[in-house]
């Protein structure tokens, strides 16, 4: 069995948070956990990642073309953290959203909220799936996340850095992914911002008078919209199967699996989008197989 860091040795390592987190005979870090009083400073522009390590040796990423980018929200004392993140070998794209919520010492908890990735069924890194905790450390454009018992170490601590760039909108690939991943996370006003002001979405499960599928115009309309369809069910999960762009016309087509309570069988369907400067402009949901109601209780 792996003996796991032990509390005494976990707080000589917080101490050497700033320090390559190889030796705790180092001198300790001048820098202090993040506090509350920062949290707007996260929100500024994007994060991006430079250097990654494990408390018991180096984590190199670099050479299998490792790359991410982080974004964060401020909501009251917690965060959000959306990271994007590629690999070149093997070639794959991931998104995930977590929550940080303060926690007594300097110290956060993580809650993973959402996975998206494609190919659908590719490794792409190593995934936390329960919650976690650790250190966050701010100092000027420079930011440090420290996990612990992180699966990217083995299990071990896990630091990684990142610098902050100018804000830059979401490529359309990346849209599609935080689309899925709030979707799942039933948060109707972050889909909703998602889109343009004036966007469009044309849905099938209502209909207008003349029979055609129903459309909603505005990111309000489309927030109350996406709020009852999540309020509608208990719980939910759409997997995304696959995404392409049609040319460079920012035509994306999306296909995913959808599953509920009320369905026997995952519903196949797709979503036609069209964005622009990061926005989505509007989306059609279609609907690909017959629903397949659960036997009522």
């Not at 998206?116 to 190593?126: F, Y």
């Amino acid at each position: 069995m792996r003996r796991m860091p032990s509390a005494a040795y976990r707080a000589c390592l917080l101490l050497c948070f700033g320090s390559a987190l190889l030796s705790c005979a180092r001198a300790p870090s001048a820098r202090a956990p993040l506090q509350l009083s920062q949290l707007a400073a996260l929100e500024a522009g994007r994060w991006e990642w430079v250097s990654s390590a494990c408390v018991d040796g180096p984590l190199d990423l670099a050479k299998l073309g490792f790359e991410r980018s982080l974004r964060i929200e401020a909501h009251g004392s917690s965060l959000r953290f959306s990271y994007d993140t590629r690999f070149a070998q093997p070639a794959c794209a991931a998104t995930e959203v977590w929550t940080l919520a303060p926690e007594p010492g300097g110290q956060w908890q993580l809650t993973p909220e959402a996975l998206v990735k494609l190919p659908a069924d590719a490794p792409c890194g190593a995934f936390e799936p329960s919650v976690g905790h650790g250190v966050l450390r701010l100092s000027g454009d420079s930011l440090e996340e420290l996990r612990f018992a992180s699966p990217w170490c083995r299990g071990f601590d896990a630091r990684f850095v990142y610098r902050r760039l100018p804000a830059a909108a979401l490529d359309p690939l990346e849209l599609v992914r935080h689309y899925v991943a709030h979707w799942n996370r039933r948060d109707a006003s972050a889909v909703a911002a998602l889109f343009s002001e004036q966007a469009v979405l044309i849905e099938p499960f209502s209909r207008s008078q003349d029979g055609s599928a129903l459309r909603h115009q505005g990111r309000e309309q489309l927030r109350r919209w996406y709020a009852q369809a999540f309020a509608s069910t208990p719980w939910l999960g759409m997997g995304l199967q696959d995404a392409q762009a049609l040319g460079d016309s920012g035509e994306v087509l999306a296909s995913w699996r959808y599953m509920d309570p009320r369905l026997l069988a995952p519903l196949r369907g797709r979503n036609l989008f069209v964005m622009a400067g990061g926005e989505i402009l509007a989306s059609e949901i279609q609907v690909l197989s017959e629903p397949t109601p659960a036997a009522a209780p």
